[in-house]
C-alpha cells in the first residue's frame, strides 16, 4: 500500500518536525509550502536528518491551479495540513489575511482531496478554541468558547467545515483534528527548530534569544494571575513529541481505526506550567541565566490552560515522552547553533 503524505506548511516549526518522523516511520512525503513564513534550509535540515531526498514543492495553498497540479503529479493518500498563518497579534491587525490563508486553503486542499480521491487528513488545531476554560484540564468535551481573535476563528471555523464536510462525504473523507497546546523545543540533532523572524512572540524562542544575549531581558507578561505564583500557566509539549502525534493519527486513520470520520484530540502533556516554573526550568536545564522582569498583561492572554490528554493517550496509543527539561535544552541547543555559540 502506498504511504505518500502531502504535508502543507511542511517547512514550518511543527511541519518539518512531522516530516522527519513520518519519514522515519515509512512514509514518503511531499513537503509543499509557500516559504512566508518559512525557510527552505528547515527542508535542507529534515533531508539531512533523514537521509533522504524530499521534495519541497514551493507553492501556496490559496493557489488551487498550483495544488491541483501538485495532486496531479504525486499520488498522495493522506494529507497533513499544517500550512496556516499563526500569530495572534497580526490577524487582528490583518484579518482578511487571515482568513485567506487559513480558510481558503483548507477549502481548496478539500475539494482537491474529493477531486482526486484523496481520503486522510489531518489538520492543525489548537487549544485556541476552549477560550479561558471553566473548568480544568479540558477535555476535547470541553465546550468551545468564542475565539478572542481571528486566528482563534479560524481555527473554529476550519473545524466546522471539516465537520461538515465529513457530515456531507462520510465515505470519501476521514479527519483528526489535533488540538495542540504550547509547541516547543527542537529537534535532538539541533538541525530544525524554531525560526521565528524579528522580535519572538513566542515564550520560549524569547528566552533562548535573551539567554544567548541577542535580548535584554524577558518580559513577564502578568504577575497577577489567579495561579500559584500569579503568572500564566499552559501546557509545553515536546515538538518532536507533537510530532509523533501526527504520525500515530495517520496510522489510526489509514489502519481503519478510527471511531468516526471525524475526530478530535488534544495534544498536550497534561500538565500544566507557570512562565515563572519555565524560566526556572530553563535555567536549571541550561545552567544560563534569563534575565526577566515582570510586566503587565498581554491583551488576549487567558489565564490558564492544559489538557485533559487521557482520549489521545488511550485512542492514538501516544504520550509525551521528553521531560520539560530535556525539551528546553533542545530549544537551547538550536538556539546556540543558530547563533554559532559554543
Ligand atoms: N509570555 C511572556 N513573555 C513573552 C512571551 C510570552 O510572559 O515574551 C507568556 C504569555 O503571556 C503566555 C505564555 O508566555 O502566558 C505563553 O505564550 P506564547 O506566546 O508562547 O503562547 P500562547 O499561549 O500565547 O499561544
Known sequence: MKKSVLVTGGAGFIGSHTAVELIEAGYDVVIADNLSNSEAAAVEGVRKITGTNVPLEVADCCDREAMDALFRKYAFDSVIHFAASKAVGESVEKPLLYYRNNILSLVNILEL????????????????????????????????????????????????????????????????????????????????????????GNLVPYITQTAASLRECLSIFGGDYDTPDGSAIRDYIDVTDLAKAHVAAMSRMREGKSRSVYEIFNIGTGKGLSVLELVDKFERATGVKVPHKIVGRRAGDIEKIWADTSYANRELGWKAEKTTEETLASAWAWEKRLRSIE
Open 113 to 200: 482531496m474529493l477531486k482526486h480521491g484523496v481520503k486522510n487528513i489531518v489538520f492543525s488545531s489548537s487549544c485556541t478554541v476552549y477560550g479561558e476554560p471553566d473548568k480544568l484540564p479540558v477535555t476535547e468535551r470541553t465546550p468551545r468558547k468564542k475565539a478572542n481573535s481571528p486566528y482563534g476563528n479560524t481555527k473554529q471555523i476550519a473545524e466546522d467545515i471539516l465537520k461538515d464536510t465529513t457530515i456531507a462525504h462520510p465515505d470519501a473523507l476521514r479527519v483528526i483534528a489535533l488540538r495542540y497546546f504550547n509547541p516547543i523545543g527542537a529537534h535532538p540533532s539541533a538541525l530544525i527548530g524554531e525560526l521565528p523572524k524579528g522580535v519572538p
